[in-house]
């Protein structure tokens, strides 16, 4: 059965009660809302051309918005790799540690894995204690594993997902801190050799190999599984991509005289695109959002598609409506929770979505539960109006993103691995990104299934790392050492 495109103001969403109740003034501000939120085809279709020759931008000697950010991970595995890695991953809440085996059946793995908390105290003290903190992790894992057993040099891919320059795969100059992080002494320095430094101290038979970012990692451990994967993607509080482009393609890279044919895995960093504010379609809310961020004139894109930013749209649009005297929503009542500034998060319009019930009961809860507010009927249905167009919207814009690197790179077909807490777990969000994909590349409506398909991903931080630095250490011993700086 082919897939019928959806009418450009649709989302996919079951129906919750009638409109026939509503008063005119909430009918009316709801139709507003939809022509404010909506996002036709034409629309996508302007915006994809943009991020095509943005991408083209990020790319050049001169640099453009989108940084485009050249991983040294040069080329797709087989799915042959094998032998023992470990991965470690440097969240802002905890840091995971794994093992992972690769065995010699084709695309099969093996992984044991331990969280540990990452203190607060650590986010703001001192680099030392930081680095020293990480090393102890590893020596606990590495002996609860290993026991007092002889183990050989194990080499590590670091999931180090903050912004950072990185000139070679074992480097990586940290550009700012991100996700609570403020600790003194590491920006603009290169992370490698502080970790390396604690792990000497301890004596760990462990050998830093590469330094890779999430969605590098979410390529490459899904391409482990799924040779068709050809893009990864993170839809979560962030959003990101990364893709395979070929050296000669990289003018940025020509001074360094590789083979033009040589692959090299891109972190777009595509959150930034449209910073100068030309194609998408912000509206007063997001605006606001700009100006109000730590970071105002940047990542225009992620501010609009991304998990932080969706409940605080949400939040402002009803805080907007309750201060409009015309418009009589939440009339008599104390809002003051819902005026905190990023009180909402993306689970919360999830959970508006989701509500099963015709009478909207469980939106009705959850707003007297977390907002002291008792909205009837009316507002009810609004309100899930504005969660649908705020998610629908997000969906579809990131279509765009997955849309231009197809154009530019000619992908007919292939399998996007996504993750994310937007990706695996937002209401609808696949559907509708799938929907836009559908109106932006034009395939006919006869198409038994969608050529291009964005799909679970596998574990970027754990199997994505891991199989970088199987890579990494298969080409150093095969001389190909472009884009490394310690090969012994």
Same mark, same amino acid.
């Given at each position: 059965m082919a897939n019928p495109p959806l009418p450009a103001n649709s989302s996919v969403c079951h129906p919750a009660g009638s409109m026939v109740d509503v008063p005119k003034d909430l009918v009316e501000q709801i139709k507003q809302l939809e022509e404010l939120f909506s996002v036709d085809k034409a629309k996508l279709k302007h915006i994809t051309e943009h991020f095509v020759s943005e991408l083209e931008k990020g790319l050049s000697v001169e640099g453009g918005s989108i940084p485009m950010n050249p991983t040294w991970v040069t080329g797709y595995p087989t799915g042959y790799e094998t032998g023992t890695f470990l991965a470690l991953d440097m969240g802002g809440t905890n840091l995971r540690v794994c093992e992972i085996s690769l065995p010699e059946e084709q695309s099969e793995f093996d992984i044991v894995q331990s969280k540990y908390r990452m203190?607060?105290?650590l986010k703001t003290g001192k680099a030392e204690d930081l680095w020293e903190y990480i090393a102890d992790c590893l020596q606990q894992f590495v002996e609860y594993q290993h026991g007092g057993e002889e183990v050989e040099t194990l080499p590590l891919g670091f999931t180090f997902s903050y912004p950072a320059t990185q000139n070679y795969i074992d480097h990586g100059i940290l550009q700012r801190w991100t996700k609570g992080f403020d600790i003194e002494g590491v920006e603009g320095h290169d992370v490698v050799p502080m970790l390396e430094a604690a792990i000497a101290k301890k004596g760990l038979p462990i050998k830093l190999t590469a330094l890779i970012n999430d969605t590098t990692g979410t390529l490459i451990a899904s391409a482990y599984?799924?040779?068709?994967?050809?893009?990864?993607?993170?839809?979560?509080? *962030?959003?990101? &991509?990364?893709?395979?482009?070929?050296? @000669?393609?990289?003018?940025?890279?020509?001074?360094?005289?590789?083979?033009? $044919?040589?692959?090299?895995?891109i972190n777009c960093e595509w959150g930034a695109f449209d910073n100068e504010h030309l194609v998408l379609p912000r509206t007063t809310y997001d605006t606001k959002i700009d100006q109000n961020s730590p970071?105002? *004139?940047?990542? &225009?894109?992620?501010?609009?598609?991304? @998990?932080?930013?969706?409940?605080?749209?949400?939040?402002?649009?009803?805080? $907007?409506?309750?201060?409009n005297k015309e418009i009589h929503i939440f009339e008599g009542q104390n809002i003051e929770q819902l005026r905190k500034p990023y009180s909402l998060d993306a689970s919360y319009l999830s959970?508006?979505?989701?509500?099963?019930?015709?009478?909207?009961?469980?939106?009705?809860?959850?707003?007297?539960?977390?907002l002291d507010i008792k909205a009837n009927m009316s507002e009810l249905e609004l309100i899930r109006r504005l969660a649908e167009l705020i998610g629908t919207r997000a969906a579809r814009l990131s279509a765009c993103g997955i849309a231009a690197i197809c154009r530019k790179k000619d992908i007919k077909s292939c399998h996007v691995g996504a993750d994310g807490s937007v990706f695996n777990k937002y209401p609808h969000f696949k559907e509708r990104g799938a929907a836009a994909l559908r109106e932006i590349l034009d395939w006919p409506s006869s198409l038994r299934k969608d050529p291009i398909a964005v799909v679970a991903s596998e574990d970027g931080s754990g199997v994505g790392a891991a199989v970088i630095a199987?890579?990494?250490?298969?080409?150093i011993k095969e001389g190909n050492l472009a884009g490394v700086k310690h090969a012994s």
């Open positions: 203190p607060e105290e599984t799924d040779d068709t994967t050809k893009i990864g993607c993170i839809f979560g509080t *962030g959003c990101n &991509a990364a893709y395979m482009e070929n050296i @000669g393609s990289v003018p940025k890279l020509a001074h360094m005289n590789l083979d033009p $044919d040589m692959p090299i895995a970071r105002p *004139g940047q990542q &225009a894109f992620e501010k609009m598609v991304a @998990g932080l930013y969706l409940g605080e749209i949400f939040r402002l649009v009803l805080v $907007d409506l309750h201060d959970s508006i979505e989701e509500d099963p019930y015709e009478n909207l009961s469980e939106t009705q809860d959850l707003f007297l539960k977390h199987a890579l990494t250490d298969k080409r």
